[in-house]
């Protein structure tokens, strides 16, 4: 009874993404589409009536596009010496392509251009599900299995997996990275290694996902899977779906706990590439993705077999290229933190010399966002109350009135750590250098309003949605990720990819992060994604409301109604008027 409320709650966020297609289809003019969709929606309403689950007709792309590349991380590629770090782009470029008879297109939840078919991996060639190799030692019941997947219902693949039971089957891997693809084969099977390789997010987030469970069942040496976990780990934090990196983060978080015992060479070798991207998470548009990477790498810190050094190494790692704001915002804020909870290394990567000299470097001193400078000012203050004058030696370069500023900022720290030790600042635990830096961090939040303002935002209760604020008892792991997907009405899913995001980004998200970006334009007036099919008219009318600053108003995506501002403005735009556009309210 319980497989059926799920495959029904499933069918219903089916036809209602489905609705919402064909909605968009008819508003584009585009009628073979929505008729399409439409004989798609009435064989989903047959199969909730008949107890079966019908196979779901493929819907042609509305436009071709080349394929994306589907190239991963060459496993051990750190140890035979090679400097080139794996980019986000080799595997998921700008671009996509209808993939004809392939049933594995971006969209399986009703965003974007095609919806989903069970695809059969009996019978084909590559590697097919029936050898997959099973963790818990089941190897025999996987014919039964296929038997399975073909009457209908969940895929027995994705067992035991949240949210992905009904996944059909992924694509064979094209034989040219059949080489590639074989050390993964031989740790996490045939089928999940295509999961890896697949065009759609679900199959990807389902793979990491499934690793992170049975990571203490898989049969090979600690280090080989360790060393495939790294590549999972490089390939999903460097994913454009939010919830494909969260997994890959969860990862990481498992692999320290599994490779505990390992050395700190070898540890720090193995997760090298993958902390370029996991650092370039850092400037991501979604704040729950900037937090947890940025607690992760604090985690990373902590841990005896990598280290603050280590982590300090590639925060500061120099870019040929300007670093963009947020990225470099984000970088900050985290060394700020090490800062906070960690001694600092002389000789090693976490030091004055290495961290100011990145600042340096990077311009942060004198750099032209009053956020970056701010932050280089509060690390810079860290280290005075560390080592004294040293750091003043990297403060030639500035203005007589940014001197100024940086020994008024120095002497009211000194005031503060002195006030500290005249209230009893003599504790247990960390040390002066930590107490200091807490005494500082406490004077500049008092003198700043935003920083007061996200200290509040603090941590949020076990039982409770980080985005709405609903308290409920069942809020464990499956059923809040329930709440996401269905009824908080802070998120909304993506029309174009599916990817379910705050309503709060959701135009960022059009634009810079969606797999479907490039149908989309940002109008210079209004500042919201316009669709891009009708931009040019768009910006011929000239009619939209202007953009406000944001210390005055924000826009809801929605609605197109300007509302209050701030995260104030948001929430009682979204949870106590209930805005009219959202399906949620």
Known sequence: LKQMEEQLKSLGLQLARLEAQKRDAVANEDYDLAKKIKHEIGMLEASVGSNESQPILPIPAVAASPLRSQVLPRLGATQRGSSTNFSPQDMYPEDQQQLGKSNSSSGFYGGGSQSIGRSNSKGRGGFSGANEVDPTGNGDASAADDEDAEEGGSNPHFRGIPDAESLPDPDEIPPALAKESEELIAVIGPFFTRCVYSNLWNHRDAAIRKVTMELDNYPAEPMQLLEVCSTLVQSGAGDRIAQVALSAFRLLDRMLIFGARVRRDDMCRILGNSMTQLVNKLGEPQAKVRDEASALLAQLAAAKNVGVAFVS?????????????????????????????????????FSVPNIMGFLEDSNCLAHQSREIRDAAKDITVSLYLIVGADVEGYLKALRPKQLEEYQAAFEAAETAKAASRRTGGAGGGGGA??????????????????????????????????????????????????????????????????????????NEHLLTECEMQQNHCECSRCGEAITAKFFDRHVALNDCPPRAPPNRASRCPLCHDDIGPGKKGWRRHLLEEGCPNNPRS
């Open 433 to 506: 250098a930590h107490k200091d830096n807490s005494a500082h961090e406490a004077q500049v939040e008092s003198e700043n309003e935003e920083g007061a303002a996200s200290g509040e935002e603090g941590s949020v209760d076990e039982y409770t949605c980080p985005f709405c604020g609903v308290v409920d008892e069942k809020f464990d792991s499956d059923y809040l990720d329930q709440h996401f997907w269905a009824s908080c009405k802070m998120l909304t899913p993506c029309k174009m990819c599916g990817q379910v995001i705050e309503i709060t980004t959701l």
């Open 313 to 349: 190494l590639h925060l500061t790692k120099r870019s040929k290229k300007p670093l963009g704001l947020k990225f470099l915002l984000g970088r900050l804020l985290v060394v700020k933190r090490l800062l906070a909870e960690f001694d600092l290394l002389p000789e090693s990567d």
